[in-house]
Each structure stands twice: as structure tokens, then as C-alpha cells.
């Protein structure tokens, strides 16, 4: 047996010639006649030639009397006549000079390459992922077309190893690559006279996998099989080095996830038989014991409990060792925000004894992150106008994961200051509770209310690092809110008082790939929320339910279709019981755009909206990625339709249309949104144009 190695290559290389310009001084060159007319200078009659051979003074030659002739003047040398420059050098062409070396097809790649492989596919069937390979990587490809003959016949050595390398990647360890420099054929293209490099490959036999050692795998016990399954490399498969380094790793995941935290790979050799052709496989594998999860111990109590990773962690205390498992807690931890790092490291707790597997907690190393934020946002709508927000937090005020904020926003159409306390992971992962004190003024063209509320919210909530295709929440408001109907722009209906308790709900579906910015997929969600109002000393009871369904259908690779409806209705009671902030409306960035936010919907007899109790609303836009900017700028064009009625269900009497134009620019947390939509069939008090700014997709 012997290790492979690579094989000879054959070539037609130019021989070297010898450098004459050390021999020649610079006087020489400058003034020719007149360094040979110098002669040599005084007490040194040595010559060029007598320096070569000069022979040492303990040679027993040395005493030899030697006869010194002197150099020669000049004189009488006979003046020559210019030479004639020489003809240019031709290339041999392919077709012609350099016959073929194997009986083949040829592969073209550019005018400086070419390959050529056996005409019989059966010989080389990984022919078409080796050309892919090779183009990527070819030096002769990095830099082409400049005719360079001296360039290109080391570039050509250069990829004669690399073909070398890439047909032992496949298992053909007798490949021979023969390397040939020549011209196009001007019968191919008449226009080529630059040179190509032109490699005659003989892939020759592929070898097959002899003995296989996975060293000491067998310790691994019943889940043995398991894992040899695992290494799906059997004794008599076509060696291809690309499939050990697959099926190591593959290896290296079963293993950790049949509960061998513990589990060592070393780098697999392969000694190549030419004899047999064939090649042994030896990668010694250590399993290390196979163990239970335990509990999850942590290096910060005090900041995060042991406790409370063990109810964050996927798994029970007593459940097999998965790494997939582990890993989902590290990412788990770095979610909350309130880490800089963190590692965890099994600590054996219980060996494994009479065939039992040993039990592993997991201890968290934790590098606590800083806590507090200072945030802001500035958006801005030629219909909403300006709106100026800002927060304060501390995200483990109340440990573990216990939030507080503050937060306040200035803005044309709305002010409101309040302060918000969530407990993040609470009784389960993923599950938020959250609790919401604020009050608030709003000025719309409908009504304007100002509102006190106290808001609590208990959520499965969908998130940018964990999107899950199943969300919910259950909640409570309380509202004491005192409102106005808009009569005319500046002139208010005298004010109501109302309170309102209500007990919303809501679960969501969503198979999109992302949060911000999906591709493709459905999302839908629906809602409900049964309500009392008090007014006029008097209490109704109502039912306010809505349904939204988006979809996002990849067109072409840079092209997605996205379309959405919402549809909702209020039951139970009628409009003047509902108050005005608690109606259905339409218009805005993210309802109907072209139109002011809740412009759209049943107006007074002086056309101002008052809101109705049946929604339905729809959008389509083409979101077309360009190249500008690496790929970062979409255009979006849209069309959006929406109508509200003061019935439970649509009359569909006035439906708005608006249309327009979208650039999405995209960011590391999402796309920056800018649109700019018409309103097709505007109400008397619609604006011709409107512009919205935000984060994120529409919809």
C-alpha cells in the first residue's frame, strides 16, 4: 500500500536561455566603440576567458607556462549589415500541430482554455459539477483574454494541479492531465489569434472504498446501528473525498443527538491501494457515554436563575442528551437581550452504569449585556403628519426578565405618554405578559378622544429570532375615554363619556420566511373581542371580530406578488354605542393608501368620516428587487381598495381606490419603506397625493 500522489504531467514548455546582461557592462552598452577601444586596463592582461578557468595556486598545473595574447584592438574587424527582423512567432493550432490526446468532447470554457474529456460519459459521469467546480476556482478564468503567452503558461501549470486535485476529489487517483499551449483554430472563430491553453484529461479508473475503521464506534452500545446508519459509507462505494467530510458531519450529529455530548471525531485518512484500486478509510471515533439532560445551572443567579433557563430549555429534566437542544437554549438566552455571550458546557453529574445512560446539567456562562435603552423613531405622512417617538427601559429591572419602560409620543394627529411592565418568558417560553398604563390624545378628521387605559396582554408571541407558525394572546383593556365626532374640520359635536371593558383575543398562523420582509408564504389572523360600553348611563354589549390573510408568492427569483384582505364586522350593538375610537376605519399607510389615516368610511352630512361597524379592505403589489446597490433597492408598485359601512355586514356603496408607487431600500433590521399613492376616485376632502414613510413592508 502506498499514500497517492500526484502524476506526471506532460508539456511543451519553451526552454530557458541564459541572462548575458551581468557579462556586458553599462559603459559598454552606452558607448560600444569606445569601451572596446579602452582595451584592458593596465597590469591586468586577464582575460574573460582566463578568469573562467583560472586554476588554484596548489594545483599541480599551476606551474604550466601559460602564453598571454593580447586583446584584440578592433582594427580590421569588418562592419555587418543590419539583421532583418525576424518573422513573428506562429502558434501551433490544435487541430493541426497538437493532435488530439484523447478521443473526446470538447469543452470550451473561454478563448485561453479549453478541456477536453472522454466522448463516452459512463467514464467521467461527474463531468458537469466538475466543470462547475473548476470554472470557480481556474486562474486561467481569473484573468483572461490579454494574450499574454508568458502569463498564461503558468496559470495553465497552475491548473493542470488544480485538475489534478479535483479528479482525486472524485476518486480518480490514475488521472492523467496532459497540458498543452497552442492557437485557436481559426476554423472556429477567425477573429481568435491569441493563445490558449488546451488540457487533454484521462480520468482513468475510479477507485472504490476498501476497509472501513470507525475506531472505537461499537462502545456506542444499542444506539450503535443507529450511528453506523448514521456513516452511510460502505466497503465497495466510489471513494469521493467530498462524501467523507458530508458523512463525518452527519456522524458528528447523530452523535449529539443520541446523547453523546461528549463524543470525539478525529480527521479521517485515506490510504490509497493502486493495486487493488482502492482506498481504506480510517477515522477513529470515540462516543464518550451516553447521558440524560439534567437541570440547567447558572453563574448568575441573582440575574438569571437556573430556574428559570430549566423553563426556557426545550426539554425536561430525565430526556435523552440532544446538541440540538443545547443550542436552542444558547440562542434562547442571547433573545432576551440581556446577555453578551453565553456558553454552556455539559457537567457529567451521573455516569452511565448497567447499560443506563448518565445524566449532564447543563451550566450557563453568561456575560451579562448592557440594560437600558434610550430608543426614537420619527415617522412621518403628508395625511398623519409628523409623529415624534421616544422610550426608556430597563429590560431586567425586575429579575429574571422583568422590563420596565417608558414611553411618550408627539405628533400631529396623536400625544400620549404611558409606562409598560412585561415579563418576558413567564410561566412557559415564549410567553410574554405584559401590562400597559397610558393615557392619550388623538386628533383625527373623524373624532378626537382623549383616553385613559389600562391594558393587560398574556401572548405566545412571534418574533424576529423565533418566528413560530403559531401565535396567540389573551388580554383585558379598561377605557374611560371622552370623545368627539368631527362635524367640520376645527367644529366638534359636543363630547361623550364612555367606558369600556373588553376581553380581546387573538391567534395567528404564519408559514411566511420572514417577519419584515417575506417572500413567500400565507399568514392569517384572526380576532375577537367581546366588549361592554357604558354610555348615557347605559350598558351594550357587543362583539367585535376581524379576520386579516396575506400571501406572498415568489414570481421569478427577483419578482414577489403580495396581496391581503381584511374583513370585519362589529355585532350586538349599534353605532352610537360603539365609541367613535372603537368603529371601523379606512386609510392610511397600512390600510388603503392614497388617503389620510381613517379618512375613509361613512361621513356626516358635511362629509366627515364617523366610522361604521363592516370593514373590508384589500392590496396587491409586485415588490421587484433591482440592482442598484447591490440588490438593496426594490420599486413596488400597488393598488389598494377598501370601503367601511355603518351595517354589520359591507354594502360595498362607496369602495376607495388608491394607487402608487413604492422604493424599498433594504437594512440589516428590515426594509425602509417610502410610498407615494393617488387617490383613483378621491372624496371631496381627500388630498390629490400622499407620502408614507415607515419601517417594514405594507403588509
Known amino acids: 500500500m502506498c499514500a497517492f500522489?500526484?502524476?506526471?504531467?506532460?508539456?511543451?514548455?519553451?526552454?530557458?536561455?541564459?541572462?548575458?546582461?551581468?557579462?556586458?557592462?553599462?559603459?559598454?552598452?552606452?558607448d560600444p566603440e569606445g569601451w572596446a577601444q579602452q582595451g584592458i586596463p593596465e597590469g591586468d592582461t586577464t582575460t574573460p576567458e582566463d578568469e573562467d578557468f583560472r586554476l588554484d595556486s596548489d594545483d599541480p598545473l599551476s606551474e604550466m607556462p601559460l602564453v598571454s595574447i593580447p586583446w584584440p584592438d578592433g582594427s580590421g574587424i569588418p562592419t555587418l549589415d543590419p539583421l532583418e527582423p525576424e518573422e513573428p512567432i506562429e502558434f501551433a493550432t490544435f487541430e493541426e500541430e497538437i493532435p488530439p490526446l484523447v478521443e473526446g468532447s470538447e469543452e470550451r470554457i473561454s478563448d485561453e482554455l479549453v478541456l477536453v474529456f472522454p466522448s463516452d460519459n459512463s467514464l467521467f459521469p461527474e463531468r458537469e459539477e466538475f466543470l462547475d467546480r473548476f470554472n470557480a476556482l481556474s486562474t486561467i478564468e481569473?484573468?483572461?483574454?490579454?494574450?499574454?503567452?508568458?502569463?498564461?503558461?503558468?496559470?495553465?501549470?497552475?491548473?493542470?494541479?488544480?485538475?489534478?486535485?479535483?479528479?482525486?476529489?472524485?476518486?480518480?487517483f490514475d488521472a492523467q492531465v496532459i497540458r498543452s499551449i497552442g492557437r485557436v483554430d481559426e476554423s472556429v472563430d477567425a477573429e481568435l489569434d491569441i493563445p490558449a491553453a488546451r488540457f487533454d484529461i484521462l480520468p482513468g479508473t475510479r477507485y472504490r472504498f476498501g476497509e472501513i475503521d470507525l475506531g472505537n464506534l461499537a462502545e456506542a452500545g444499542d444506539a450503535y446501528q443507529s450511528l453506523r446508519s448514521a456513516f452511510e459509507i460502505q466497503t465497495g462505494d466510489f471513494i469521493s473525498l467530498d462524501t467523507i467530510e458530508t458523512e463525518q458531519l452527519d456522524l458528528?450529529?447523530?452523535?449529539?443527538?443520541?446523547?453523546?455530548?461528549?463524543?470525539?471525531?478525529?480527521?479521517?485518512?485515506?490510504?490509497?491501494?493502486?493495486?487493488?484500486?482502492?482506498?481504506?478509510?480510517?477515522?477513529?471515533?470515540?462516543?464518550?457515554?451516553?447521558?440524560?439532560?439534567?437541570?440547567?445551572?447558572?453563574?448568575?443567579?441573582?440575574?438569571?436563575?437556573?430556574?428559570?433557563?430549566?423553563?426556557?430549555?426545550?426539554?425536561?429534566?430525565?430526556?435523552?442528551?440532544?446538541r440540538s437542544d443545547e443550542e436552542d437554549l444558547r440562542r434562547a438566552i442571547l433573545a432576551t437581550g440581556l446577555v453578551g455571550s453565553?456558553?454552556?458546557?455539559?457537567?457529567?453529574?451521573?455516569?452511565?452504569?448497567?447499560?443506563?445512560?448518565?445524566?449532564?446539567?447543563?451550566?450557563?456562562?453568561?456575560?451579562?449585556?448592557?440594560?437600558?435603552?434610550?430608543?426614537?423613531?420619527?415617522?412621518?405622512?403628508?395625511?398623519?403628519?409628523?409623529?415624534?417617538?421616544?422610550?426608556?427601559?430597563?429590560?431586567?429591572?425586575?429579575?429574571?426578565?422583568?422590563?420596565?419602560?417608558?414611553?411618550?409620543?408627539?405628533?400631529?394627529e396623536e400625544q400620549l405618554a404611558g409606562i409598560t411592565f412585561q415579563k418576558n418568558n413567564f410561566l412557559g417560553r415564549d410567553r410574554i405578559l405584559t401590562l400597559d398604563a397610558f393615557a392619550t390624545t388623538i386628533d383625527t378628521d373623524a373624532?378626537?378622544?382623549?383616553?385613559?387605559?389600562?391594558?393587560?396582554l398574556y401572548e405566545r408571541r412571534s418574533t424576529l429570532l423565533f418566528q413560530k407558525e403559531l401565535s396567540w394572546g389573551i388580554g383585558f383593556e379598561l377605557v374611560a375615554t371622552r370623545e368627539a365626532e368631527i362635524r367640520v374640520k376645527g367644529e366638534k359635536r359636543a363630547t361623550t363619556d364612555y367606558l369600556v371593558a373588553a376581553l380581546p383575543g387573538y391567534v395567528q398562523f404564519d408559514t411566511s420566511d420572514d417577519l419584515l420582509d417575506p417572500t413567500e408564504g400565507w399568514r392569517l389572523r384572526a380576532a375577537v373581542s367581546p366588549e361592554v360600553s357604558r354610555v348615557f348611563e347605559t350598558n351594550s354589549t357587543y362583539l367585535n371580530v376581524q379576520f386579516d390573510l396575506a400571501n406572498y408568492q415568489p414570481v421569478t427569483e427577483d419578482v414577489v406578488l403580495a396581496g391581503r384582505v381584511r374583513l370585519g364586522t362589529i355585532v350586538g350593538a349599534p353605532l352610537a354605542a360603539i365609541?367613535?375610537?372603537?368603529?371601523?376605519?379606512?386609510?392610511?399607510?397600512?390600510?388603503?393608501?392614497?388617503?389620510?389615516?381613517?379618512?375613509?368610511?361613512?361621513?356626516?352630512?358635511?362629509?366627515?368620516?364617523?366610522?361604521?361597524?363592516?370593514?373590508?379592505?384589500?392590496?396587491?403589489?409586485?415588490?421587484?428587487?433591482?440592482?442598484?446597490?447591490?440588490?438593496?433597492?426594490?420599486?413596488?408598485?400597488?393598488?389598494?381598495?377598501?370601503?367601511?359601512?355603518?351595517?354589520?355586514?359591507?354594502?360595498?356603496?362607496?369602495?376607495?381606490?388608491?394607487?402608487?408607487?413604492?422604493?424599498r431600500y433594504d437594512t440589516t433590521f428590515g426594509p425602509l419603506r417610502l410610498d407615494v399613492a393617488f387617490p383613483l376616485n378621491p372624496g371631496p376632502n381627500d388630498n390629490w397625493v400622499a407620502v408614507y414613510v415607515a419601517l417594514g413592508q405594507a403588509f
Not at 480510517?282 to 441573582?302: A, E, H
Not at 403589489?621 to 413596488?636: F, H, K, W
Open 5 to 30: 500522489a500526484a502524476q506526471p504531467a506532460f508539456a511543451q514548455d519553451v526552454p530557458d536561455t541564459r541572462d548575458l546582461d551581468e557579462l556586458i557592462p553599462d559603459e559598454a552598452v552606452a
Open 579 to 663: 365609541a367613535p375610537s372603537r368603529r371601523f376605519y379606512a386609510g392610511g399607510g397600512g390600510s388603503v393608501r392614497g388617503y389620510g389615516f381613517n379618512a375613509i368610511g361613512p361621513t356626516n352630512a358635511l362629509g366627515t368620516p364617523n366610522g361604521g361597524r363592516s370593514l373590508v379592505e384589500a392590496s396587491v403589489e409586485a415588490r421587484v428587487q433591482t440592482p442598484l446597490l447591490d440588490g438593496a433597492v426594490s420599486v413596488v408598485p400597488f393598488v389598494d381598495a377598501g370601503t367601511v359601512s355603518r351595517s354589520t355586514t359591507p354594502d360595498f356603496d362607496t369602495v376607495r381606490f388608491g394607487a402608487g408607487l413604492g422604493v
Open 342 to 412: 453565553v456558553s454552556l458546557t455539559p457537567v457529567v453529574v451521573e455516569e452511565p452504569a448497567n447499560g443506563e445512560p448518565g445524566r449532564v446539567n447543563i451550566e450557563a456562562d453568561m456575560t451579562p449585556a448592557p440594560l437600558r435603552t434610550l430608543a426614537g423613531n420619527i415617522g412621518f405622512g403628508t395625511e398623519e403628519g409628523i409623529r415624534i417617538e421616544g422610550s426608556w427601559e430597563h429590560r431586567n429591572l425586575f429579575p429574571p426578565e422583568g422590563l420596565l419602560r417608558l414611553r411618550g409620543i408627539l405628533g400631529t
Open 252 to 322: 458528528d450529529v447523530a452523535l449529539g443527538e443520541q446523547g453523546f455530548p461528549f463524543a470525539a471525531i478525529e480527521e479521517p485518512e485515506l490510504l490509497v491501494d493502486h493495486a487493488r484500486e482502492e482506498g481504506d478509510l480510517t477515522m477513529p471515533v470515540k462516543p464518550g457515554g451516553q447521558y440524560n439532560f439534567g437541570v440547567v445551572t447558572s453563574t448568575l443567579p441573582d440575574f438569571l436563575s437556573g430556574r428559570h433557563l430549566s423553563r426556557i430549555a426545550r426539554w425536561d429534566a430525565g430526556d435523552l442528551y440532544q
Open 447 to 456: 373624532y378626537d378622544a382623549e383616553t385613559v387605559s389600562l391594558v393587560g
Open 142 to 172: 481569473e484573468l483572461d483574454d490579454d494574450g499574454n503567452v508568458a502569463r498564461l503558461a503558468v496559470q495553465a501549470r497552475n491548473d493542470e494541479e488544480l485538475l489534478g486535485r479535483l479528479l482525486r476529489v472524485y476518486g480518480y
